[in-house]
């Protein structure tokens, strides 16, 4: 009686580890299933996103052919110079240096490209890189950047604050020569703020991490004075 008890006790023990086992699959299962179908979503509401995300932009006149900067002069060296309009430093470097950029590119010693991105608009509650940026594509449109660049560095906003309104950005633009009604229905209408977005993800994509960033031929410079931006575009014409 006691080996026939012994042998039912072992039967349970192995079905009972045999259910366990089955339950134990069945739950990785229906994990990697769950897991399976959270993924296929994710994909999906990736492509949904991308199929809605537009990738053409409005270039404005003036913007080189992958409309990542506005062009000034054609000399054989190339500078690029990477800003931010509510960037302390990029109006540091307007200041001290803006005027010798102007000069090369007048006397065809160097064709700059400005890149206004929006990297700081965490530091403006209303996406203020972004609005300047765009204005200044609207400046460009009526024959104005630098102009325009110069006066809104000269009244640029603190870091923290909402920044210049729309009105204030048209107002500006008026000031140097744009027509009130083209230029300000261009900045209202935020016709260049697609472009904006591609300066900086262009900018983002090409590793510049910060502003203002400015390259020589494709290299950094590191002397950011007059002395040293006229010494560094001599050298990369020879």
């Known amino acids: 009686m006691s080996s026939r008890k012994g042998q039912r006790d072992a039967a349970r023990v192995v079905r009972e580890q045999l259910a366990r086992e089955r339950r134990r699959r069945r739950t990785i299962w ?3 299933a769950a897991v399976a179908v959270l993924v296929i979503a994710g994909l999906i509401g990736w492509g949904v996103w991308s199929s809605q995300r537009s990738d053409t932009f409005t270039t404005p006149p003036g913007a080189n052919e992958p409309g990542t900067g506005i062009v000034t002069g054609g000399g054989p060296v190339t500078v690029d110079v990477y800003e931010d309009f509510l960037c302390p430093v990029c109006n540091q ?5 803006g005027a010798t950029l ?3 590119a007048s006397e ?5 490209v400005y890149h206004p991105v929006a990297y ?3 530091f403006s509650t209303t996406e203020y890189s972004t609005r300047s940026s765009a204005a200044s594509g609207c400046a460009a449109a009526g024959g104005r950047f630098r102009e325009y660049a110069k006066a809104l560095f000269a009244k640029q906003p603190p870091e923290g604050s909402a920044g ?3 009105d204030e950005l048209v107002d500006i633009g008026v000031g140097v020569g744009l027509d009130r009604g083209s230029f300000g229905g261009c900045v209202k209408e935020g016709t260049y703020k ?6 900086t993800e262009e900018a983002s994509r090409s590793d510049v991490t910060g502003t203002p960033t ?3 031929n494709g290299q950094p410079l590191a002397d950011r004075t007059p002395q040293g931006l006229t010494a560094a575009v001599a050298a990369a014409g020879k």
């Open 194 to 199: 697609t472009w904006t977005e591609h300066v």
């Open 93 to 97: 470097f307007e200041q001290s240096s």
């Open 214 to 216: 400015i390259l020589v």
């Open 120 to 122: 700081l608009n965490r």
């Open 164 to 166: 210049l309104s729309d």
């Open 108 to 112: 065809n010693k160097a064709k700059v």
């Open 102 to 104: 102007e000069q090369l």
């Open 30 to 32: 229906v994990s990697a």
